[in-house]
């Protein structure tokens, strides 16, 4: 728990020293490998339902999202997963938070998750919208690609802390390479 409170303050002071970035939310840059240690659960699946609710406390929206899993990368789960973010619409009230993970219906997606702190059978994505890759045909050339979609997000590198700003969409690759990635790093091919 320290350690989130840290990297929250570090978020904020490197927000506060980087003005152009004042609409980012700053993670740490992490490579695929080292997140798929990380992370507890790794999965792939899709989206079967999108809900907005208020919070617990009422005090903010949040979405939850069902994922049917179609391939575990990484930890034990069922055959489905409930992954929560920040941010949502509900009726004319939107609160939306930059970087967060997006997740759409019929969405065939990779999530690299943890275990909510505050209710049982829940995930959250760690880093937002960086432990979220999507798996899309490319309208450039129509192929399934996989992608990060980075939109309000910045990167903070581990040492020297540098704050570099990130594209809107990240191309992985085939689904096929980047799942051959994922699953050396997990620790066997499936």
Known sequence: MKMRARSGWFAAAVALLVPAMAAATVVL?????????????????????VQTRWSDQGAHIETWAELEVTERLKGAVGSTVVVRTPGGTIGELSMQVAGAAKFV??????VFLEPATDARNLFVVPAMAASKVDFEKSPKVGELRAYRH?????????????????????????????????????????
């Not at 840059?29 to 339902?49: C, D, I, K, W, Y």
């Not at 219906?105 to 990779?110: A, I, Y």
């Open 29 to 49: 840059q992490l490579s695929f490998e080292e997140m798929t240690r990380r992370a507890p659960v790794v999965v792939r699946g899709t989206v079967r339902q």
């Open 105 to 110: 219906e019929g969405q065939d997606t990779l």
């Open 150 to 190: 980075l939109d309000g997000l910045a990167f903070a590198a581990p040492a020297p802390a540098a704050v570099r700003p990130l594209p809107a969409v990240e191309d992985l690759g085939t689904p096929a390479e980047f799942l051959a990635r994922i699953r050396r790093a997990a620790g066997g091919a499936k």
